[in-house]
């Protein structure tokens, strides 16, 4: 099959060097040729297997940690701060 | 002072409580020997030394003074580096969290560090926890202790291979398709992958969610059991770890009569043709030896076994690419020099991910677009639900099931390197029991001294790890271990 590598790394927001492109097309046609085999496999009456486990939605209280109130350990790995809040580039040109 | 190599979680105890040596002796001749040992085999990345001696002398205040000291006291243990220990680096083993430093601790380095666990470094896995072998590490190519120009097996490969080495008395690790059990047979140590949901994983840095599980490495069954009794229950901060799931004190003092109403299957899917035949005799030798433990066992079929590396390479990568699109240089991460913020996310992205995880999320982001979404990942989903219906068949009539854990004993380092499926086929005894969220162990067959080790793999039915605990015991004292 046709596997447009650069399309889907652009949706991934991967950046790839034009030797990556090659190797990554090359390798995943590899990997979906294998994978296509499940196509002849009767799923007629399977139901999907969404997640891990059986387990219904799961609901907890809300409760505010107020050891963790402080924002100031997460902030430490910004790579890029202005007065306590993070730094991003200009959205909107 | 006893040898690094005689150590065990079991004797840590019975030795600091009979004052055979001290906490701070033990951790502080670990490092020293992690020091000299550590060169070649390149298990760790980041040491955490001084806290684990400062934590060392305090245990053995408490046992001067005649204190009740919990379960855990003073155990050295080594973590994998996608597990958070507050203060210390988090990297998965890539590039794009080379500075991150964890905000908090894991659930499962909460329970330990409750029970008296000490902490001696963040050990080396594949980026992300993504490989078979350790060679996807952005830092460094961890070593086979048993052989240096070997794999240890991976994503864990760092854990396993630290203890393997003595350069740690146990480890944890990660499992998602075999993350802990393959490096467990690879080093020739025990490796166990619990019930999906026995194990928070709050603070593990996730690859995939509906697989991943948090579990033990250690030098005996018997180990692995202590640390996972102490790491397994329930979490409200994990909405998919069990929430009544109690685990009892079978797990650590299983009886042989219970054992012997077990039946072991073992299933003629998983000794294929090609398969290393050294492999496939050392696994036979196993059953044998329970044979003549009399534990009844069986042959069984698991007939959609074949499907499993198919739907594995479909949903693993699917949920891979929502799972690390939180990584996009905006909160973690080498800020690059961007245009805009489109710009980047594809340079951020691109600079930091390394071949492995980029293959899996590119490969994710296909399987989950639209036009591909049914054919694929909806697809997978159904053949996943069509391999656990063979493990619920199969257990009507066994009650454990006995496989190979990796197809060849641990492979040249290079050998796979440069073809991914080739990589990918050593998981495909394990991927499955993944797939059906199930528990599973991998433990040394008896009798290699000298040779690379081989693992067998004890694959139990959901929250039954004490029958793949207690009959792993029982085999490994058949080998002389206590």
């Given at each position: 099959m046709e596997f447009d590598v650069e399309y889907f790394a652009r949706l991934a927001r991967i950046k790839l060097t034009e030797a990556e492109k090659k190797k990554f097309e090359r390798e995943l046609k590899d990997i979906l040729g294998y994978v296509k085999e499940l196509k002849n496999t009767d799923t007629k009456d399977a139901v999907p297997v969404t997640g891990g486990t059986s387990l219904r939605s799961v609901f907890r209280e809300d409760v505010l940690d107020k050891k963790r109130g402080d924002s100031g350990k997460g902030r430490g790995s910004f790579p890029e701060e202005k007065d306590g809040f993070l730094k991003v580039p200009k959205v909107f040109e | 002072m006893i040898h690094l190599h005689d150590l065990t979680v079991k004797r840590f105890r019975e030795g600091l409580e009979n004052k055979e040596f001290s906490a701070y002796e033990i951790i502080k001749a670990l490092f020293d020997y992690i020091d000299l040992r550590d060169k070649e085999v390149d298990a760790y990345l980041t040491l955490n030394r001084d806290n684990a001696l400062e934590a060392a002398a305090k245990v053995d205040v408490a046992v001067a003074e005649g204190r009740e000291l919990p379960p855990l006291a003073g155990v050295p243990l080594a973590i994998k580096d996608n597990v958070l220990i507050e203060g210390l680096p988090a990297t998965a083993g890539s590039k794009i969290l080379e500075h991150y430093t964890a905000a908090y601790d894991a659930t499962v380095i909460k329970k330990l560090r409750g029970a008296g666990a000490i902490f001696l470094g963040k050990t080396n896995l594949d980026e992300f926890a993504m490989g078979s072998s350790t060679e996807n590490s952005a830092f460094k190519i961890t070593k086979n202790p048993h052989d240096l120009t070997r794999v240890p097996g991976g994503s864990s490969g760092g854990s396993a291979a630290a203890v393997a080495s003595h350069m740690a008395v146990a480890a944890l690790g990660s499992d998602t398709g075999g993350s802990i059990r393959e490096p467990a047979a690879f080093c020739g140590v025990v490796g166990m992958k619990p019930t999906?949901?026995?194990?928070?994983?709050?603070g593990l840095i996730a690859m995939a969610s509906s697989l991943d599980q948090i579990g033990p490495i250690a030098k005996t069954v018997e180990d692995a059991a202590i640390l996972f009794k102490q790491i397994a229950g329930h979490d409200?901060?994990?909405?998919?770890?069990?929430?009544d799931i109690v685990y009892g004190d079978d797990l650590l003092n299983p009886s042989l009569e219970k054992m012997r109403e077990l039946t072991i299957g073992v299933p003629e899917e998983y000794f294929v043709p090609g398969m290393d035949e050294e492999v496939a005799n050392a696994v036979q030798g196993a059953v044998k030896e329970f044979e003549s433990l009399k534990v009844r066992v069986k042959k069984i079929s698991l007939p959609h076994t074949k499907h499993a590396l198919s739907v594995y390479y479909i949903i693993m990568p699917a949920e891979v690419s929502t799972n690390l699109s939180r990584f996009d240089g905006i909160r973690y991460g080498d800020r690059a020099k961007a245009e805009n913020l489109m710009d980047l996310y594809y340079r951020d992205r691109g600079a930091g991910f390394g071949p492995e995880p980029k293959r899996r999320i590119i490969l994710g982001t296909f399987v989950l677009s639209a036009g591909y979404y049914d054919a694929y990942y909806a697809k997978a989903q159904k053949v996943r639900a069509l391999i656990k219906k063979d493990f619920d068949e199969a257990f009507k009539s066994v009650d454990v099931i006995l496989t190979p854990v990796a197809p060849t004993p641990a492979f040249k380092?290079?050998?796979?390197?440069?073809?991914p499926l080739q990589m990918y086929l050593s998981d495909i005894f394990t991927i499955p029991v993944n797939l059906a969220g199930l528990p599973g162990i991998s433990i040394p067959v008896n009798g290699r001294e000298g040779k690379l080790p081989i693992g067998f793999q004890l694959i139990g039915k959901p929250w039954h790890e004490a029958d793949i605990l207690g009959l792993g015991m029982f085999y490994e004292r058949l080998g002389g271990k206590k």
């Amino acid at each position: 099959m046709e596997f447009d590598v650069e399309y889907f790394a652009r949706l991934a927001r991967i950046k790839l060097t034009e030797a990556e492109k090659k190797k990554f097309e090359r390798e995943l046609k590899d990997i979906l040729g294998y994978v296509k085999e499940l196509k002849n496999t009767d799923t007629k009456d399977a139901v999907p297997v969404t997640g891990g486990t059986s387990l219904r939605s799961v609901f907890r209280e809300d409760v505010l940690d107020k050891k963790r109130g402080d924002s100031g350990k997460g902030r430490g790995s910004f790579p890029e701060e202005k007065d306590g809040f993070l730094k991003v580039p200009k959205v909107f040109e | 002072m006893i040898h690094l190599h005689d150590l065990t979680v079991k004797r840590f105890r019975e030795g600091l409580e009979n004052k055979e040596f001290s906490a701070y002796e033990i951790i502080k001749a670990l490092f020293d020997y992690i020091d000299l040992r550590d060169k070649e085999v390149d298990a760790y990345l980041t040491l955490n030394r001084d806290n684990a001696l400062e934590a060392a002398a305090k245990v053995d205040v408490a046992v001067a003074e005649g204190r009740e000291l919990p379960p855990l006291a003073g155990v050295p243990l080594a973590i994998k580096d996608n597990v958070l220990i507050e203060g210390l680096p988090a990297t998965a083993g890539s590039k794009i969290l080379e500075h991150y430093t964890a905000a908090y601790d894991a659930t499962v380095i909460k329970k330990l560090r409750g029970a008296g666990a000490i902490f001696l470094g963040k050990t080396n896995l594949d980026e992300f926890a993504m490989g078979s072998s350790t060679e996807n590490s952005a830092f460094k190519i961890t070593k086979n202790p048993h052989d240096l120009t070997r794999v240890p097996g991976g994503s864990s490969g760092g854990s396993a291979a630290a203890v393997a080495s003595h350069m740690a008395v146990a480890a944890l690790g990660s499992d998602t398709g075999g993350s802990i059990r393959e490096p467990a047979a690879f080093c020739g140590v025990v490796g166990m992958k619990p019930t999906y949901g026995a194990v928070s994983r709050y603070g593990l840095i996730a690859m995939a969610s509906s697989l991943d599980q948090i579990g033990p490495i250690a030098k005996t069954v018997e180990d692995a059991a202590i640390l996972f009794k102490q790491i397994a229950g329930h979490d409200p901060n994990d909405a998919t770890s069990a929430p009544d799931i109690v685990y009892g004190d079978d797990l650590l003092n299983p009886s042989l009569e219970k054992m012997r109403e077990l039946t072991i299957g073992v299933p003629e899917e998983y000794f294929v043709p090609g398969m290393d035949e050294e492999v496939a005799n050392a696994v036979q030798g196993a059953v044998k030896e329970f044979e003549s433990l009399k534990v009844r066992v069986k042959k069984i079929s698991l007939p959609h076994t074949k499907h499993a590396l198919s739907v594995y390479y479909i949903i693993m990568p699917a949920e891979v690419s929502t799972n690390l699109s939180r990584f996009d240089g905006i909160r973690y991460g080498d800020r690059a020099k961007a245009e805009n913020l489109m710009d980047l996310y594809y340079r951020d992205r691109g600079a930091g991910f390394g071949p492995e995880p980029k293959r899996r999320i590119i490969l994710g982001t296909f399987v989950l677009s639209a036009g591909y979404y049914d054919a694929y990942y909806a697809k997978a989903q159904k053949v996943r639900a069509l391999i656990k219906k063979d493990f619920d068949e199969a257990f009507k009539s066994v009650d454990v099931i006995l496989t190979p854990v990796a197809p060849t004993p641990a492979f040249k380092i290079g050998e796979k390197a440069d073809d991914p499926l080739q990589m990918y086929l050593s998981d495909i005894f394990t991927i499955p029991v993944n797939l059906a969220g199930l528990p599973g162990i991998s433990i040394p067959v008896n009798g290699r001294e000298g040779k690379l080790p081989i693992g067998f793999q004890l694959i139990g039915k959901p929250w039954h790890e004490a029958d793949i605990l207690g009959l792993g015991m029982f085999y490994e004292r058949l080998g002389g271990k206590k």
